[in-house]
């Protein structure tokens, strides 16, 4: 396992995309902290890079990168090795990559101009957006045969993830106004990681008075220890959960 | 040692193997002959685990194939097409699967020097011919010195000569009691090695003989001949 | 104004009056304790005391006198009395260090309380960890100036206010520095008062708490990092110029809080980094000139109850929200105001923007009215809505809008 591992890790370094990547996200974050006249003005830019961009380009390089590598798959896979071994490190790989690229390009220029709670959460969260949405890809890529079909998929489940998701919120809040729904929207924030990454980035930060401004619950339950907690557990479950659904896919996939 | 029990397996609506249900045993050099679209394909790659079928079992070496895994180890596998990461060279995929595979016996590099690969280890997969393509395949198929060796038609794509090596090769290995099982639509191939005959048809196997039976029951001496008569009175 | 420096003119001329003999307090001296000295004393009198903590119990000034400290002398409450009582007219406390007066749930214990008295000055004094720090009541045209007051309580009951006024009147509240009260300075039923120059900050509760008190001026003071900023309620015909509110950041804070105002001015004040800059509530006839609205969570939050409020030359910088209101029925008027998220164009170079400007968002809009709508801050739906309201707007009052929004910031 730990050699497949290697060779997939180093062949996804070796990726141009990945390198553009981190790139891409130096280039922000320095773009950000040099225009902003404060570090938290620049955290808030970050905050939308974290949650849009980066759950983007994680799911749909992850998705191709498996589309891509089916012949190395169908070699493994006739090889004496577990297919779960394989599974786990073609996850493995593309996480450790893609989190790896995110530390570079984002949280250590974050860490240097902001070493504080927020920065630190925030590239605690950009980690563990990138983590999940590697595994969201990789249950997307083994659902599908076709590569279009796949990478539809993965665009569709992105948009699903930073922007249906919120609009459903809104209209489950007009249609239901006459109900007391903060302690619902505390649960069903857990339905949604980007959610669950913005308002735990948000709660470090000092606009969270704002969220705290309309009901306390919000910040009572997301601003304690207890309750951030149990936002990264749901987290790690989100991680968890689509890449075993996805494993358990795979394990009976005809290649 | 290869012991299959009502094997089914459909894609979609359509049944590719059907109730199929044989043994082979070491020393055995089985070839699995038939139409195209017959589930030749299918069953091997049933054997190596790439397919799962929907129901019966598959024995290796009285090894489960649904739970087990280290049992493809004894296997070497040359593929219809072959099919590798494009962007790897020839001696990074060769070093790769050693790595993997991780066996203290020493290599069987034969293949590869006949073949001249060494030359060419520094070509991306990507760029290479079918014939070259085959070459590999046959090459890490033979590496490991496994006991049992699947080749799904091996000769298709090989230059005359090429493929002259890769049939004395093969004679060499059976001689040492390895198993066998070869597809080929070329049948003229097949009567100086093969020793047991299994023709599917439409995802059943119709029958599964030794060639001298096959021979004696039909009164020919070419296996093509014998597999053409057999044919024309099944149809008949 | 003429009013207030007449009244200054009154108090000077009073002070000049009673020159009388000089008494000197300390342990080197005749008088051992303050209260002696008082006890001796004649109205017009002046009592100089020297350095020294002094265990006074309950000392009541009940004469005309002027007292001095030289060196900041103590005067110790021991957490059992009201240190200072003042029961009579135009006494100077002057140059003490007032400490430790006693905490009651049921008594307003003080530092230093004036009781139903005329022209009192109490100035230069620092005031520790007193229950209350300046107490008055039933008080006309007294001084309260360059005074320290400071509180270590952590609890909102267990504190009492920095300056308390009660039905008082022409009172001059001036550069004190208030900070770890309940209210750093509490007016009820005060009119024709000055509040100028103080700076009041890290208080429990408001920095100014200002109730039912009409005619009465503050300005350039310092509200900074109070519990929920400055209250100013159920009063007429307010000015406040010059002041600024800072850092009021917490839930439910405010730079100001205004609740059924009316007839009053707001000019120049600068609001900077509060949850929410001024949130205004059943107020009417006010006047908001140049002020500065910065880095504000809302720069302004002012419900559908208000009416015949003017905001002209105001800067909204850096808002999270420059506006925020309940309702659609808007009877108030916004114009040349600069908002740095104007995206409009001027055209004819005339500094005004040609097309309005619309201050209140598709989504502050709807969280005003879905409070959990909250859980989507900044997420990228409401930054598309806001987007699109921009251009078609459907949801937010059709005629809140600076119909002249200016270009540049106002110089101020």
């Given at each position: 396992m730990r050699k497949i591992l290697k060779y997939i890790l180093l062949d996804i370094l070796r990726n141009?995309i990945v390198?553009?990547y981190?790139?891409?996200?130096?280039?922000?974050?320095?773009?950000?902290?040099?225009?902003?006249?404060?570090?938290?003005?620049?955290?808030?830019?970050?905050?939308?890079?974290?949650?849009?961009?980066v759950p983007?380009v994680c799911i749909i390089f992850a998705t191709i990168y498996i589309y891509n590598s089916a012949e190395f798959i169908e070699l493994l896979v006739?090889q004496?090795l577990k297919r779960k071994n394989i599974w786990l490190s073609l996850f493995g790989g593309l996480a450790g990559a893609l989190s790896f690229a995110f530390i570079?390009?984002?949280?250590?220029?974050?860490?240097?101009?902001?070493?504080?709670?927020?920065?630190?959460?925030?590239?605690?969260?950009g980690v563990l957006i990138s983590v999940i949405f590697v595994a969201i890809a990789m249950l997307a890529a083994v659902s599908t045969?076709?590569?279009?079909?796949g990478i539809?998929l993965a665009?569709?489940l992105w948009?699903?993830f930073?922007?249906?998701?919120?609009?459903?919120?809104?209209?489950?809040?007009?249609?239901?106004?006459?109900?007391?729904?903060?302690?619902?929207?505390?649960?069903?924030?857990?339905?949604?990681p980007?959610?669950?990454?913005?308002?735990?980035?948000?709660?470090?930060?000092?606009?969270?008075?704002?969220?705290?401004?309309?009901?306390?619950?919000?910040?009572?339950?997301?601003?304690?220890?207890?309750?951030?907690?149990?936002?990264?557990?749901?987290m790690l479950l989100w991680i968890f959960l689509p890449f075993m659904y996805s494993l358990r896919k795979f394990k009976r996939k005809?290649l | 040692?290869?012991?299959?029990?009502?094997?089914?397996?459909?894609?979609?609506?359509?049944?590719?193997?059907?109730?199929?249900?044989?043994?082979?045993?070491?020393?055995?050099?089985?070839?699995?002959?038939?139409?195209?679209?017959?589930?030749?394909?299918?069953?091997?790659?049933?054997?190596?685990?790439?397919?799962?079928?929907?129901?019966?079992?598959?024995?290796?070496?009285?090894?489960?194939?649904?739970?087990?895994w280290?049992?493809?180890?004894?296997?070497?596998?040359?593929?219809?097409?072959?099919?590798?990461p494009?962007?790897?060279?020839?001696?990074?995929?060769?070093?790769?699967?050693?790595?993997i595979?991780?066996?203290?016996?020493?290599?069987?590099?034969?293949?590869?020097?006949?073949?001249?690969?060494?030359?060419?280890?520094?070509?991306?997969?990507?760029?290479?011919?079918?014939?070259?393509?085959?070459?590999?395949?046959?090459?890490?198929?033979?590496?490991?010195?496994?006991?049992?060796?699947?080749?799904?038609?091996?000769?298709?794509?090989?230059?005359?000569?090429?493929?002259?090596?890769?049939?004395?090769?093969?004679?060499?290995?059976?001689?040492?009691?390895?198993?066998?099982?070869?597809?080929?639509?070329?049948?003229?191939?097949?009567?100086?090695?093969?020793?047991?005959?299994?023709?599917?048809?439409?995802?059943?196997?119709?029958?599964?003989?030794?060639?001298?039976?096959?021979?004696?029951?039909?009164?020919?001496?070419?296996?093509?001949?014998?597999?053409?008569?057999?044919?024309?009175?099944?149809?008949? | 104004?003429?009013?207030?420096?007449?009244?200054?003119?009154?108090?000077?001329?009073?002070?000049?009056?009673?020159?009388?003999?000089?008494?000197?307090?300390?342990?080197?001296?005749?008088?051992?304790?303050?209260?002696?000295?008082?006890?001796?004393?004649?109205?017009?009198?002046?009592?100089?005391?020297?350095?020294?903590?002094?265990?006074?119990?309950?000392?009541?000034?009940?004469?005309?006198?002027?007292?001095?400290?030289?060196?900041?002398?103590?005067?110790?409450?021991?957490?059992?009395?009201?240190?200072?009582?003042?029961?009579?007219?135009?006494?100077?406390?002057?140059?003490?260090?007032?400490?430790?007066?006693?905490?009651?749930?049921?008594?307003?214990?003080?530092?230093?309380?004036?009781?139903?008295?005329?022209?009192?000055?109490?100035?230069?004094?620092?005031?520790?960890?007193?229950?209350?720090?300046?107490?008055?009541?039933?008080?006309?045209?007294?001084?309260?100036?360059?005074?320290?007051?400071?509180?270590?309580?952590?609890?909102?009951?267990?504190?009492?206010?920095?300056?308390?006024?009660?039905?008082?009147?022409?009172?001059?509240?001036?550069?004190?520095?208030?900070?770890?009260?309940?209210?750093?300075?509490?007016?009820?039923?005060?009119?024709?008062?000055?509040?100028?120059?103080?700076?009041?900050?890290?208080?429990?509760?408001?920095?100014?708490?200002?109730?039912?008190?009409?005619?009465?001026?503050?300005?350039?003071?310092?509200?900074?990092?109070?519990?929920?900023?400055?209250?100013?309620?159920?009063?007429?015909?307010?000015?406040?110029?010059?002041?600024?509110?800072?850092?009021?950041?917490?839930?439910?804070?405010?730079?100001?809080?205004?609740?059924?105002?009316?007839?009053?001015?707001?000019?120049?004040?600068?609001?900077?980094?509060?949850?929410?800059?001024?949130?205004?509530?059943?107020?009417?006839?006010?006047?908001?000139?140049?002020?500065?609205?910065?880095?504000?969570?809302?720069?302004?939050?002012?419900?559908?109850?208000?009416?015949?409020?003017?905001?002209?030359?105001?800067?909204?910088?850096?808002?999270?929200?420059?506006?925020?209101?309940?309702?659609?029925?808007?009877?108030?008027?916004?114009?040349?105001?600069?908002?740095?998220?104007?995206?409009?164009?001027?055209?004819?170079?005339?500094?005004?923007?040609?097309?309005?400007?619309?201050?209140?968002?598709?989504?502050?809009?709807?969280?005003?009215?879905?409070?959990?709508?909250?859980?989507?801050?900044?997420?990228?739906?409401?930054?598309?809505?806001?987007?699109?309201?921009?251009?078609?707007?459907?949801?937010?009052?059709?005629?809140?809008?600076?119909?002249?929004?200016?270009?540049?910031?106002?110089?101020?």
């Amino acid at each position: 396992m730990r050699k497949i591992l290697k060779y997939i890790l180093l062949d996804i370094l070796r990726n141009k995309i990945v390198l553009a990547y981190t790139l891409f996200l130096l280039a922000i974050t320095f773009t950000v902290f040099g225009l902003e006249d404060s570090t938290q003005k620049g955290l808030l830019s970050l905050l939308n890079l974290i949650l849009f961009i980066v759950p983007l380009v994680c799911i749909i390089f992850a998705t191709i990168y498996i589309y891509n590598s089916a012949e190395f798959i169908e070699l493994l896979v006739s090889q004496p090795l577990k297919r779960k071994n394989i599974w786990l490190s073609l996850f493995g790989g593309l996480a450790g990559a893609l989190s790896f690229a995110f530390i570079i390009g984002a949280g250590l220029p974050v860490l240097f101009f902001e070493r504080s709670a927020t920065g630190l959460m925030m590239v605690l969260m950009g980690v563990l957006i990138s983590v999940i949405f590697v595994a969201i890809a990789m249950l997307a890529a083994v659902s599908t045969r076709d590569k279009a079909k796949g990478i539809g998929l993965a665009i569709l489940l992105w948009l699903y993830f930073s922007l249906m998701f919120d609009g459903l919120v809104l209209f489950i809040l007009f249609q239901f106004a006459d109900y007391p729904l903060e302690r619902l929207m505390v649960g069903i924030s857990a339905l949604n990681p980007v959610d669950l990454a913005r308002i735990l980035i948000l709660l470090k930060m000092d606009v969270s008075a704002l969220m705290g401004y309309t009901g306390a619950i919000f910040k009572d339950f997301f601003g304690t220890d207890k309750g951030s907690f149990i936002s990264v557990l749901v987290m790690l479950l989100w991680i968890f959960l689509p890449f075993m659904y996805s494993l358990r896919k795979f394990k009976r996939k005809d290649l | 040692m290869i012991e299959a029990v009502n094997l089914s397996k459909s894609f979609g609506k359509l049944r590719v193997l059907n109730n199929v249900t044989f043994t082979s045993n070491i020393g055995e050099c089985t070839a699995l002959i038939g139409p195209n679209g017959c589930g030749k394909t299918t069953l091997i790659k049933c054997m190596l685990g790439m397919v799962v079928p929907d129901s019966g079992t598959l024995r290796f070496k009285n090894e489960n194939i649904s739970t087990g895994w280290v049992y493809r180890s004894m296997i070497g596998y040359m593929p219809q097409i072959g099919r590798y990461p494009e962007n790897m060279k020839i001696g990074q995929v060769i070093d790769m699967l050693a790595d993997i595979r991780n066996q203290n016996a020493p290599l069987d590099e034969d293949l590869i020097n006949s073949f001249g690969l060494r030359k060419l280890y520094n070509k991306r997969m990507g760029n290479l011919s079918g014939g070259t393509m085959q070459k590999v395949s046959a090459s890490i198929a033979f590496l490991f010195n496994p006991d049992v060796l699947i080749l799904d038609e091996p000769t298709a794509g090989l230059d005359p000569m090429a493929s002259e090596i890769l049939k004395e090769k093969i004679l060499a290995e059976r001689n040492k009691g390895k198993l066998f099982l070869i597809t080929s639509h070329i049948l003229s191939e097949l009567d100086d090695i093969v020793s047991h005959i299994v023709y599917m048809q439409e995802g059943s196997i119709i029958f599964y003989k030794t060639l001298e039976a096959l021979k004696t029951e039909v009164g020919e001496t070419k296996l093509s001949k014998a597999i053409a008569h057999f044919m024309s009175n099944t149809t008949a | 104004m003429k009013k207030v420096l007449f009244s200054i003119l009154i108090a000077i001329c009073c002070a000049l009056q009673a020159e009388g003999r000089v008494m000197h307090v300390g342990s080197a001296q005749a008088f051992k304790s303050v209260s002696a000295a008082v006890a001796d004393a004649l109205s017009g009198d002046t009592i100089l005391v020297d350095y020294g903590v002094y265990h006074e119990g309950n000392l009541v000034i009940d004469k005309s006198v002027t007292l001095r400290g030289v060196g900041l002398p103590v005067i110790d409450g021991e957490h059992k009395f009201e240190n200072v009582s003042i029961k009579a007219d135009g006494v100077v406390l002057d140059g003490f260090k007032i400490c430790n007066s006693g905490i009651s749930g049921i008594i307003d214990f003080a530092g230093i309380k004036i009781y139903n008295r005329h022209y009192v000055s109490v100035k230069n004094n620092v005031i520790e960890d007193c229950f209350f720090g300046i107490y008055s009541q039933y008080c006309i045209n007294c001084t309260i100036k360059n005074n320290r007051l400071a509180a270590h309580q952590q609890h909102e009951q267990q504190s009492g206010n920095g300056i308390h006024c009660w039905k008082s009147d022409s009172m001059q509240i001036i550069g004190n520095n208030i900070s770890g009260h309940r209210d750093g300075i509490y007016f009820e039923f005060v009119t024709n008062s000055v509040i100028w120059r103080n700076v009041s900050e890290k208080n429990m509760r408001y920095g100014l708490h200002f109730m039912f008190s009409n005619s009465d001026t503050y300005a350039s003071n310092v509200f900074e990092n109070n519990g929920a900023g400055v209250a100013v309620m159920f009063s007429n015909h307010v000015k406040m110029f010059h002041n600024y509110f800072k850092e009021n950041w917490g839930d439910g804070a405010y730079g100001i809080l205004l609740k059924e105002i009316s007839d009053s001015y707001i000019d120049g004040n600068v609001f900077e980094r509060n949850t929410s800059g001024i949130f205004i509530e059943g107020a009417s006839r006010i006047e908001m000139y140049r002020n500065s609205f910065k880095d504000n969570g809302w720069a302004l939050k002012i419900q559908a109850s208000c009416m015949d409020i003017t905001l002209r030359d105001n800067n909204f910088c850096g808002n999270t929200f420059d506006v925020g209101t309940n309702g659609s029925l808007v009877l108030n008027n916004f114009d040349h105001n600069y908002w740095d998220k104007y995206e409009g164009y001027d055209l004819d170079r005339n500094r005004v923007g040609d097309i309005p400007y619309r201050p209140v968002s598709m989504y502050s809009k709807i969280v005003e009215k879905y409070p959990p709508a909250m859980i989507l801050f900044r997420s990228l739906i409401t930054s598309l809505m806001d987007k699109s309201e921009k251009v078609v707007p459907s949801l937010t009052p059709e005629n809140l809008k600076d119909n002249h929004p200016l270009m540049f910031k106002v110089p101020l």
